[in-house]
């Protein structure tokens, strides 16, 4: 693939959108589309009535003319030829035929899709009379031609397109019944008293366990492997290598196809490039078999010279760790295996120079955000079996189910149909679950040995061989003036992916659109490059890149501040974005591609930041905690945050929802909820729509073979995108509803209201349940489902933001830093449900302080993760809680659903940074390395000559 | 080797392998409530009573519950009759995944078992063998302290 392209922002785009997704079926540029020649039409006889519906494969003849003829067709026009066909909406309610609630006529009238004809007799232009004959068949033929031509056009005028529009605003009601009111989450009965809803809580009969033999090197080519040995194992059922498997690239990272991330990724290889990397498949009768199968395989590894340091990973000469020919990025984008040189993005916004030239004050500085890992309590695990039509089931830990399916068949090269992936009550995803790395192997066990398989992951296997947060090399300069004014900054990241691509692009690409658009600055420029190393693999982890960034620019708007003599928090307020502004950084960095523009519609963290300095004490403890006496000082700080809420133009959710006859409703979520409530919140949103509660909602989420597509819980998107979906579905529902209702009361539907489960008629005179109306559907006359599918994708994707305040404690002497207070306010548009949005800010910020404070690997100098263990690697337990005080600013967005914006990757963002600016404030010390053990910092605090005595 | 013990109240009588550790055996048994998080006593999530008092059972061998009164998270209360800690986790939003609950939840009957009046910090000394990702534990430990006060009334 080309070098970076050095001009501005997009050498990562993507290609156009339709061509994308036709696949090879580009449609020609509309510039050189030309209206059908006459063919078929012309030899037909006498136009037919509208009534009678052309022919589908026809179809592409009327498009192309309603592109080129008729411009009043334009959503249809473009979308049509350029997307998949998607199913039309279900009918549209009945109309209520006749004014009695039993209309007399029993018999079911077809209503015309167009009304009466009104193609124009396409007026012959004063033909003259001594035409010849020939002449005048032409004639006639044309004029055939012309009249079909013009009737199809008006009857694509006419006809809905069966391609649903997106609505681009959701009306804001008066006041929220079901909505913004902390309802209990639908499943937490069940939860609590240890109902068996996860992935591992299902008995089959004659289930073999896997296990998966760990490569002990960094780095080496597999010469010869031999498990015979193996295989003699008693109970002990297959053994697999990479000899046995296809070979097919690919990629573990669940994202929209195709995917922004290479295809490096081989179900087995003969060359191993991290500790623990995929050796050999086992599959025994009991998990000892397979573990002792495991160590009979015998291996005989060409050790190669690994690749640890990041920095030095792209130096002429390093060893190559994806030197295999069939490696490759399924998007044209920037891809250089043969550097270690996984993916590249940069943009600019005017000109840096120009801008630190204009500065009074430049400053610089390098911060190495660490790796992490998330640490769901429940480890990835994957059962598969074979149903009772012999299709193949994978009930999974996923965030990402329908990527799942999609990525199990890619890589065993069977049909996507042949699989159906469940994902059941799950424990805790924060990314590492956006990731594919059990169902291939079930897929493969249960498929080769008809039996059912289950692997699950041991803690340590969680640590080393699933998925982690990339560590960054961080340089940021930036320049202001005396007055606060932001003039330039820059941003040079190197990320580590570790030995496979996952998410290599697009989380360095967050960490400069997912924080950059937060300050105003006249110049920017921004440089992401991944590389390969042979350490552990990186991928999605809450926060996306922003959590990385957002601390190194959060400590530098600190530095700045300080060299201009401004309260950090004056500089903040000056400088950030506000509603009715725009970043060109919107535009700039995408997923893959170019971003997509918006203004800021909603913005709360004035408020925020108002509201948390007054919590935290901020005027009365800033600058004086470090003036105390004694070894220990004190200290606060803050910062800003944004994030995203979905991927604008890419992502897409779905949701069905069909009304039973008690008046319950089931709604069949794409969507997944990994632990958020997520399932709770989208019935909530129902609810409001239709006129219920949220418990009349029978939810199931996530089924490949039942539910509609959703791309899955991952980029903030949950709520904002398959809420919006939830809102278009339900209001189709609410619709046949009031017009099932309006036919029974014999009342127009304008009169009608929804309160509670029930509709009312003008004056209340008359009332109807939801159970009596959905009966009347399915029983009584005009018989139909009650029931409407809606999917949703969005246009923009509104930053919610945040402000973080820390207090904290440094002993001077011991280098030990304790968090004392913490504080977070959160504008999330409107939290659907507020108690839940809370909890999501209070588990996401305690993960991040202890992101910030003692999370940490620890390598050998062959690569070895030498803790993989909560002994040795620290997430933080009750005892280690500071005192913690969360609140949400509320803000209507009003493109989200009910006003909401995401609320879940946001708040993991901020302790690091504003535990490190408190830690400047009570020591005088920058910290860039985090975590900031009582090592480190004493380390650090000696270098200053601060260290206390 | 035959097993004989106590499991929420129900007398079983189980046949295991001397090795065996006694989380395995629960959720062989059908108490699937009973959660494997680390499987090195990190965690909690597999926390049970053993005669009172909160186990890791991941570290437990069955063999050394012969005789036991063993009470795991079904035990606690059902959908239909709760306990108290289970309704509290509920209302409170103490729950997200869930999956940290059943251990957690043994680990608060215990606390209230032996401690009816718990202050904050004896609730955040009790349970911090039940490590949480999704809540930030502030909720868990508001629910814990209601469940407790209503206890008192």
Known sequence: ?949 | MKLTLTINGKLRSIEIAPNVMLLDVLRAAGYKGVKKGCGEGSCGACAVLIDGRPRNSCLTFAAQCEGSEVLTVEGLGTPENPHPLQDAFVRHGATQCGYCNPGSLIAAKSLLDHTPAPTWEDVKEALDGNLCRCTGYVKRIEAVLDAASLGKK
């Open chain 1, 1 to 949: 693939m080309a070098k970076p392209e050095k001009s501005r922002t997009k050498p990562t785009a993507r290609p156009a959108r339709t061509s994308a997704l036709a696949k090879g079926k580009k449609p020609a540029p509309a510039a050189s589309r030309k209206p059908a020649p006459a063919k078929a039409p012309a030899k037909k006889a006498a136009p037919r009535p509208v009534a009678a519906k052309p022919a589908a494969a026809k179809r592409p003849v009327a498009k192309n003319l309603a592109a080129t003829k008729a411009p009043a067709t334009k959503p249809l026009a473009k979308k049509s030829v350029a997307r998949p066909a998607v199913p039309a909406r279900p009918a549209p309610a009945p109309k209520p035929a006749t004014p009695t609630a039993r209309p007399a006529s029993p018999v079911k009238k077809v209503a015309p899709k167009a009304a009466p004809k009104v193609a124009p007799k396409a007026a012959p232009k004063a033909a003259p009379a001594a035409k010849a004959p020939a002449l005048k068949v032409v004639e006639k033929v044309v004029e055939k031609v012309v009249e079909r031509v013009v009737e199809k056009v008006v009857e694509r005028v006419r006809e809905p397109s069966p391609i649903p529009q997106h609505p681009l605003t959701y009306e804001r009601p008066a006041k929220f019944e079901v909505v913004n009111h902390s309802r209990h989450k639908l499943d937490g009965l069940a939860l609590v008293t240890g109902a068996p809803k996860f992935t591992a809580d299902v008995d089959l009969p004659g289930l073999l366990h896997i296990k998966v033999l760990g490569s002990p090197h960094a780095h080496a080519k597999i010469l010869d492997i031999d498990p015979s040995e193996a295989i003699k194992i008693p109970g002990v059922v297959a053994v697999y290598t990479w000899k046995d498997v296809p070979r097919i690239a690919r990629t573990t990272a669940g994202q929209g196809y195709p995917e922004p991330s290479p295809y490096d990724t081989f179900l087995l290889d003969s060359k191993v490039r991290f500790v623990g990397d995929r050796v050999a498949i086992v599959a025994a009768e009991t998990p000892e078999a397979a573990a002792e199968a495991c160590r009979r395989i015998r291996v005989n590894y060409h050790v190669l010279e690994p690749v640890l340091d990041p920095a030095q990973a792209r130096r002429p000469g390093a060893p190559i760790i994806h030197d295999e020919p069939d490696c490759r990025a399924p998007l044209p984008i920037f891809f250089d295996p043969k550097h270690n040189h996984c993916a590249h993005v940069d943009t600019k916004v005017g000109d840096v120079e120009k801008g630190f030239r204009e500065a009074d004050v430049v400053r610089e500085r390098t911060y190495y955000p660490h790796y992490a890992q998330h640490c769901p309590i429940e480890p990835h695990v994957c059962v598969s079996y074979l149903d009772e039509n012999d299709r193949l089931v994978l009930r999974t830990s996923t965030q990402v189910p329908f990527h799942a399916r999609r990525i199990t068949a890619q890589t065993l090269g069977i049909p996507l149909r042949k699989i159906r992936v469940i994902k059941p009550r799950i424990g805790g995803g924060f990314g590492t679950k956006q990731e594919v790395l059990l169902e291939d192997v079930c897929a493969l066990v249960t498929l080769r040995t008809r039996r059912p398989a289950k692997w699950e992951l041991t803690r340590a296997e969680e640590f080393i061989s699933a998925r982690t947060r990339h560590p960054m090399i961080v340089t940021i300069k930036a320049g202001v003036k005396k007055d606060g004014t932001m003039t330039a900054l820059s941003m040079k990241i190197t990320s580590n992916t570790g030995a496979y691509g996952s998410h290599a692009l697009t989380v360095v690409s967050n960490c400069g659109s997912k924080v950059l658009p937060l300050y105003k600055i006249g110049h920017i420029e921004f440089v992401g490059d991944t590389v390969y190393t042979n350490l552990p693999v990186a991928g999605a982890y809450r926060g996306y890149g922003a959590t990385q960034a957002a601390y190194a620019v959060e400590c530098m708007v600190d530095e700045l501040a300080e060299a201009i003599g401004m309260d950090p928090i004056t500089f903040r307020q000056k400088n950030h974005i506000r509603e009715g502004e725009t970043s060109p950084i919107f535009k700039a960095l995408g997923e893959g591609r170019e971003g997509v523009s918006m203004v800021i519609k909603s913005c709360g963290l004035a408020q925020c930041i108002e509201k948390g300095m007054q919590e935290i004490g901020w005027a009365a403890k800033r600058g004086r905690g470090r003036l105390a006496a004694g070894p220990v000082k004190r200290g606060v700080g803050m910062c800003c945050l944004m994030q995203g809420s979905s991927i604008p133009e890419i992502d897409m959710g779905s949701v069905f929802i069909k009304m039973n006859e008690d008046g319950s409703f089931n709604m069949l979520l794409g969507a997944t909820d990994l632990g958020t409530g997520s399932d709770t919140i989208l019935a909530q949103i129902a609810a409001e729509t239709l006129g219920c509660q949220h418990d009349d909602m029978l939810v199931y989420s996530s089924d490949t073979d039942f539910t509609p597509f959703d791309v899955g819980a991952y980029a903030s998107s949950t709520t904002y995108l398959s809420g919006g979906a939830v809102i278009n579905a339900a209001k189709q529902v609410r619709a046949q509803i009031l017009a099932v209702a309006a036919s029974m009361m014999n009342e127009p539907v304008e009169n009608l209201v929804i309160e509670n489960r029930i509709v009312y008629g003008k004056g209340r005179k008359n009332k109807l349940t939801f159970s009596q109306i959905c009966n009347f559907a399915l029983y009584e006359f005009h018989q139909f489902q009650i029931g409407a599918i809606g999917s949703h994708v969005t246009h923009a994707s509104p930053p919610p933001f945040s402000a973080h305040f820390a207090e904290v404690e440094v002993d001077t002497e011991t280098g030990q830093v304790k968090v004392l207070k913490y504080v977070a306010g959160v504008d999330c548009g409107t939290a659907i449900n507020p108690q839940l949005a809370d909890g999501q800010t209070q588990g996401g910020l305690l993960n991040g302080i202890s992101f910030a404070l003692t999370e940490e690997y620890h390598f050998d100098d062959k690569g070895r993760m030498l803790n993989p263990n909560f002994k040795h690697y620290k997430i933080f337990g009750t005892a280690d809680l500071p005192e913690i005080k969360t609140f949400l600013v509320p803000t209507y967005e009003p493109t989200g659903p009910y006003g909401a914006k995401s609320v879940s990757e946001i708040c993991i963002n901020g302790p690091m940074p504003a535990i490190a600016n408190a830690i400047y404030d009570a020591v005088g010390v920058r910290l860039t390395k985090p975590p900031f053990t009582a090592e480190k910092v004493l380390a650090a605090l000696k270098e200053a000559g601060k260290r206390g005595r």
